[in-house]
């Protein structure tokens, strides 16, 4: 795992100076109000965080955070730190803290990872896209009586009730045994993760006439881009936004690995269903159906090692300070859709900027989302470490995280993200309407749609979690980089695999693996 970094000292929350008079827990539907157009999404109030039930609450509560929530209003983080100082507001017997995990995000990711696995986290967990390298029944409180019965802050029938879609925030965290490791936020709408985007001047100055719609052209585009000067594509293999290279190993891969995939899904004792967990995977390698000497691993480091040609300068490195998009200096950069409001509120931005998402390896083909598959996801999800219940602090972290996946909480959540919630299958140019530079800024998230589209998960960053892809990166790094040739390259990724495949095998005796 990726070096765990250490978090900052934990910060108090501020101190309510008077609690409000305690108040019926508000009304709230099954589902959260959509809207089919930002610009009609109203604009709720704070919710009141005083359940009735739980009227007199006390105590100390840290929350470990995914970084700083209150460093920038504009990011979508900062609307949950907004719940939760409500929250503590309204509980002034609870002294609420806050203690930001850093680092790039394989760190943090092999920070939750490492310090789960040492007893070492705080109260409560918040993170993004949880893999199963944050899932262990042994390690983590499981949700699942508490989602059976009603949440305070609510007036369904049932907690789970509360999350819309049919509890589709839950999918990705609930154990085969029905176990409910996480709970959190939900985005509702057909938007996905990631996308690419693109500097509309400097296409312009290479005569590119239009977005590539084939991988072809999607070469003949960079190949026009670097001929006019212009470094074409930003792809990290060093530093915080190093991430991206598991993105394009898992999307090119399952466009490669079809036979493995189907080989592999059902396998291990899981259900057959479209994705790979981490006990599939782990047959897959044990068995030797996914191996580094297929054609299709093969066939992924090449095409990598072919793309190479056209990313940025210096992408073996870390990245120098600064954003070379928003330095005019890249034409093609692929972004994280949470990352989205801080670009659109740069002001050092003067270009025209729009996204789109990379085009299918085969012609007359469809390229694979990363990470939904449904219209509607997880955002930002929280856990309770079972230290916390050792510590006597059950109470505390299961109302605050039940306030914050509560209708009210999860409404105001959704009005004040940069892309509102919306009714699934609406479509980009109804979403934004006359907005014509919304839509060409996140039509590359809705277009190809994300529900029924998802990529299989036969990789090391969904199936082993993203800190264990960066160790695929270094692979992949030696080979772009001439120190090994593809076949040594395909000897040290088998060793990967299966180390992964062991470890993961051990952590998990109930798997019976000795049996497979």
Same mark, same amino acid.
């Given at each position: 795992a990726a070096k !765990? %970094? *250490? =978090? #900052? /000292? @934990? +910060? $108090?929350? &501020?101190? !309510? %100076? *008077? =609690? #409000? /008079? @305690? +108040? $019926?827990? &508000?009304? !709230?539907?099954?589902?959260?109000? @959509? +809207?089919?157009? &930002?610009? !009609?999404?109203?604009?709720?109030?704070?919710?009141?965080?005083?359940?009735?039930?739980?009227a007199n609450l006390s105590g100390d509560l840290t929350v470990q955070t995914w970084r700083d929530l209150s460093a920038d209003p504009k990011h979508p983080s900062y609307v949950l730190y907004q719940l939760m100082e409500q929250w503590a507001k309204n509980h002034p017997n609870v002294k609420l803290k806050y203690q930001p995990m850093l680092g790039n995000v394989t760190d943090i990711f092999g920070f939750i990872g490492t310090n789960l696995r040492s007893k070492t986290l705080n109260d409560v967990v918040m993170m993004y896209f949880p893999s199963a390298a944050q899932l262990d029944s042994d390690l983590q409180y499981d949700f699942a009586a508490d989602l059976a019965k009603p949440n305070?802050?609510?007036?369904?029938?049932?907690?789970?009730?509360?999350?819309?879609?049919?509890?589709?925030?839950?999918?990705?965290?609930?154990m085969p045994d029905g176990k409910v490791l996480m709970v959190g936020t939900t985005y509702v709408g057909d938007l996905s993760d990631t996308a690419v985007l693109y500097n509309q001047d400097l296409l312009d100055k290479a005569g590119i006439k239009q977005l590539p719609k084939t991988w072809a052209e999607f070469y003949d585009a960079q190949a026009k881009l670097k001929a006019a000067g212009i470094q074409p594509f930003y792809h990290p293999t060093a530093g915080n936004e190093a991430y991206v290279v598991g993105w394009h190993m898992a999307i090119l891969g399952d466009q490669l690995l079809g036979d493995s995939i189907k080989a592999c899904d059902g396998q291990g004792g899981d259900k057959q269903d479209g994705r790979i967990t981490q006990r599939e995977a782990s047959w897959c390698i044990k068995k030797g159906q996914w191996k580094a000497d297929s054609a299709g691993v093969r066939a992924l480091f090449e095409e990598m090692k072919k793309w190479s040609q056209y990313w940025h300068e210096g992408y073996l490195a870390p990245p120098q300070p600064g954003n070379l998009f928003i330095q005019g200096k890249v034409a093609f950069y692929p972004i994280v859709r949470l990352n989205m409001p801080v670009l659109e509120g740069d002001p050092n931005v003067k270009f025209k900027w729009g996204s789109f998402y990379?085009?299918?390896?085969?012609?007359?083909?469809?390229?694979?989302?990363?990470?939904?598959?449904?219209?509607?996801?997880?955002?930002?999800?929280?856990?309770?470490?079972?230290?916390?219940?050792?510590?006597?602090?059950?109470?505390?972290?299961?109302?605050?995280?039940?306030?914050?996946?509560?209708?009210?909480?999860?409404?105001?959540?959704?009005?004040?993200?940069?892309?509102?919630?919306?009714?699934?299958?609406?479509?980009?140019?109804?979403?934004?309407?006359?907005?014509?530079?919304?839509?060409?800024?996140?039509?590359?998230?809705?277009?190809?749609?994300?529900?029924?589209?998802?990529?299989?998960?036969?990789?090391?960053?969904?199936?082993?979690?993203?800190?264990?892809?960066?160790?695929?990166?270094?692979?992949?790094?030696?080979?772009?980089?001439?120190?090994?040739?593809?076949?040594?390259?395909?000897?040290?990724?088998?060793?990967?695999?299966?180390?992964?495949?062991?470890?993961?095998?051990?952590?998990?005796?109930?798997w019976g693996a000795e049996k497979w």
């Amino acid at each position: 795992a990726a070096k !765990a %970094t *250490e =978090a #900052p /000292k @934990a +910060t $108090e929350a &501020p101190k !309510a %100076t *008077e =609690a #409000p /008079k @305690a +108040t $019926e827990a &508000p009304k !709230a539907a099954a589902t959260v109000a @959509a +809207t089919t157009a &930002p610009a !009609a999404a109203a604009k709720p109030a704070l919710p009141v965080a005083t359940a009735a039930s739980r009227a007199n609450l006390s105590g100390d509560l840290t929350v470990q955070t995914w970084r700083d929530l209150s460093a920038d209003p504009k990011h979508p983080s900062y609307v949950l730190y907004q719940l939760m100082e409500q929250w503590a507001k309204n509980h002034p017997n609870v002294k609420l803290k806050y203690q930001p995990m850093l680092g790039n995000v394989t760190d943090i990711f092999g920070f939750i990872g490492t310090n789960l696995r040492s007893k070492t986290l705080n109260d409560v967990v918040m993170m993004y896209f949880p893999s199963a390298a944050q899932l262990d029944s042994d390690l983590q409180y499981d949700f699942a009586a508490d989602l059976a019965k009603p949440n305070p802050y609510s007036t369904n029938p049932t907690w789970k009730a509360d999350f819309p879609l049919n509890g589709a925030a839950l999918s990705d965290v609930t154990m085969p045994d029905g176990k409910v490791l996480m709970v959190g936020t939900t985005y509702v709408g057909d938007l996905s993760d990631t996308a690419v985007l693109y500097n509309q001047d400097l296409l312009d100055k290479a005569g590119i006439k239009q977005l590539p719609k084939t991988w072809a052209e999607f070469y003949d585009a960079q190949a026009k881009l670097k001929a006019a000067g212009i470094q074409p594509f930003y792809h990290p293999t060093a530093g915080n936004e190093a991430y991206v290279v598991g993105w394009h190993m898992a999307i090119l891969g399952d466009q490669l690995l079809g036979d493995s995939i189907k080989a592999c899904d059902g396998q291990g004792g899981d259900k057959q269903d479209g994705r790979i967990t981490q006990r599939e995977a782990s047959w897959c390698i044990k068995k030797g159906q996914w191996k580094a000497d297929s054609a299709g691993v093969r066939a992924l480091f090449e095409e990598m090692k072919k793309w190479s040609q056209y990313w940025h300068e210096g992408y073996l490195a870390p990245p120098q300070p600064g954003n070379l998009f928003i330095q005019g200096k890249v034409a093609f950069y692929p972004i994280v859709r949470l990352n989205m409001p801080v670009l659109e509120g740069d002001p050092n931005v003067k270009f025209k900027w729009g996204s789109f998402y990379l085009p299918p390896l085969k012609d007359g083909g469809k390229t694979p989302r990363l990470g939904t598959g449904t219209a509607g996801q997880g955002s930002q999800y929280l856990f309770i470490p079972k230290t916390t219940v050792e510590r006597g602090k059950l109470d505390l972290a299961l109302d605050l995280v039940q306030y914050l996946t509560s209708p009210k909480a999860e409404e105001y959540w959704c009005s004040l993200q940069s892309v509102p919630c919306f009714t699934p299958g609406t479509s980009a140019e109804k979403l934004f309407g006359d907005n014509q530079t919304q839509l060409e800024r996140y039509r590359g998230f809705m277009e190809p749609p994300t529900v029924g589209n998802r990529i299989s998960g036969l990789d090391v960053n969904d199936a082993f979690g993203p800190a264990m892809s960066a160790q695929e990166t270094k692979v992949l790094q030696d080979y772009l980089a001439g120190t090994t040739n593809l076949d040594q390259t395909l000897v040290a990724y088998q060793k990967l695999l299966d180390q992964l495949a062991e470890n993961a095998v051990r952590q998990h005796p109930e798997w019976g693996a000795e049996k497979w």
